[in-house]
């Protein structure tokens, strides 16, 4: 049965998670189903931020890198991400963007496995990871390559030669969730390691990396945790693998003693090693108050509110906007799909524009996929009803056919 608008707000109104909203700057007017993207800004960003500026740096000056506590941050947020993700203390760190320590742990891995020459990873990865991993091939000269198979290849495609599967654990793209804890297992069988972009899943959906026993992973501080643009990323390496990782980056901050200001490079013990420069404090305290917000919501009432609102919007865009073109691009089961609904469509383009000009923010990704982020911590049920109702108006008046939707900006 197709649900209605008070059939919504109902489950607004037993919604467990609803009053995490508020701890959420939200513009009037406006639907956010963008959150995998550029997370929503929390309240009590601005001000730690400014605390950070003010005090730390403006009185604190250099003595803050001790008194405030600034050297220690990169492993403290670590470590709370790190229950997010199913990881034990001093296995995440905090630093550099996702495609820089995709490059770290990408090398390492190679480094560790120098009998082997292929990267097995996915045609439909999100591009900066495969681009990373043909340069760094290209960089060490060994005879590296990338074998890119489809989703249902992967296990198959993994043998002798074979020394890291990359993979994304929710596509950005489709929304499909792999099985990390077989392909992990398949992997490691084969004598692979396996390095997993949570991107689209740290403070999504359940990751156990713990239990799954995984080896190496990174995400992302932007998107669902909601650290604002261009927040530095994390990485995850298991404590087994730790003290045997060499990392094609060794900056100072990795070395078992920076202040010791040796000529030489020695590794640091443990995550610390990962570390390259010095970290970006007033990016890591922003990046600090969305995770703190994430630990505040239990996973499991986070992903069956996600699991739900994918599940309603995928229904109320096929009921309401079913006669015009669309397919549905994420898994038609939410139980195996991220946190995002997506739909295919020859001039998704020009109508997520229309869309985004009657304040129903989502995304458009190359060639053809309008794409919409479902966010439990701030996302209304009303919210994916409105949004259906917006995108009929927007095909009824035939509004995505005014040139200006059609204009491409920089980014989509
Ligand atoms: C968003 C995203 C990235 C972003 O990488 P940056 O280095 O932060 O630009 C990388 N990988 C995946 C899978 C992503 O979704």
Not at 170 to 198: C, E, I, P, R, S
């Amino acid at each position: 049965m197709i649900p209605t608008r008070a059939d919504l707000a109902a489950l607004d109104a037993l919604d467990e998670l609803a009053p995490l909203r508020a701890l959420f700057t939200l513009p009037e007017g406006v639907i956010y189903l963008d959150g995998n993207s550029l997370g929503a800004l929390p309240r009590a960003t601005a001000g730690r931020v400014a605390e950070v500026v003010r005090a730390e740096w403006g009185q604190g000056l250099i003595r803050s890198w001790n008194d405030a506590g600034w050297m220690a941050m990169p492993g403290r947020v670590g470590d709370k991400i790190a229950r997010l993700v199913g990881a034990a203390a001093g296995a995440v760190v905090v630093g550099d963007s996702t495609s820089v320590n995709i490059f770290k742990l990408l090398g390492a891995a190679l480094a560790g496995r120098p009998g082997r020459r292929v990267i097995v990873s996915e045609a439909r990865n999100f591009p900066t990871d495969l681009y990373i991993a043909e340069g760094l091939a290209a960089l060490l000269e060994r005879g590296h390559r990338l074998r890119l198979v489809e989703d249902a290849g992967i296990v198959d495609a993994i043998d002798d030669d074979v020394a890291v599967v990359m993979l994304t654990h929710v596509n950005y793209h489709t929304g499909a969730m792999h099985d990390m804890a077989a392909v992990t297992a398949a992997a490691q069988a084969k004598g692979a390691l396996v390095l997993w972009d949570l991107a689209h899943s740290a403070g999504a959906v359940p990751v156990d990396l713990g239990g799954c026993d995984a080896d190496l992973a990174v995400g992302c501080g932007y998107k669902f945790l909601n650290g604002g643009p261009g927040a530095p990323a994390f990485l995850y390496v298991a404590p087994r693998l730790q003290e045997a990782m060499r990392y094609p980056l060794t900056g100072w901050l990795g070395h078992a003693a920076p202040f010791a200001f040796e000529p030489g490079y020695r590794p640091a013990p443990g995550i610390a090693q990962a570390m390259v420069g010095t970290p970006p404090v007033i990016s890591l305290a922003a990046l600090e108050v969305g995770v703190d917000i994430a630990l505040q919501a239990p996973m499991a009432a986070v992903r069956a509110k996600s699991v739900r609102q994918t599940g309603l919007f995928a229904t109320l865009l096929a009921e309401r906007c079913g006669g015009w073109g669309f397919t549905l691009a994420s898994p038609a089961d939410p139980a195996r799909g991220g946190s995002q609904v997506c739909l295919a469509h020859d001039e998704a383009y020009p109508i997520m524009q229309a869309l985004i000009g009657r304040g129903v923010i989502g995304d458009f990704r190359a060639p053809d996929i309008m794409r919409f982020g479902i966010t439990p911590l701030y996302t209304r049920f009303v919210d994916l009803w409105d949004a259906a109702e917006a995108l009929a108006a927007v095909m009824e008046g035939g509004e995505w056919r005014n040139p200006r939707h059609g204009v491409r900006r920089a980014v989509t």
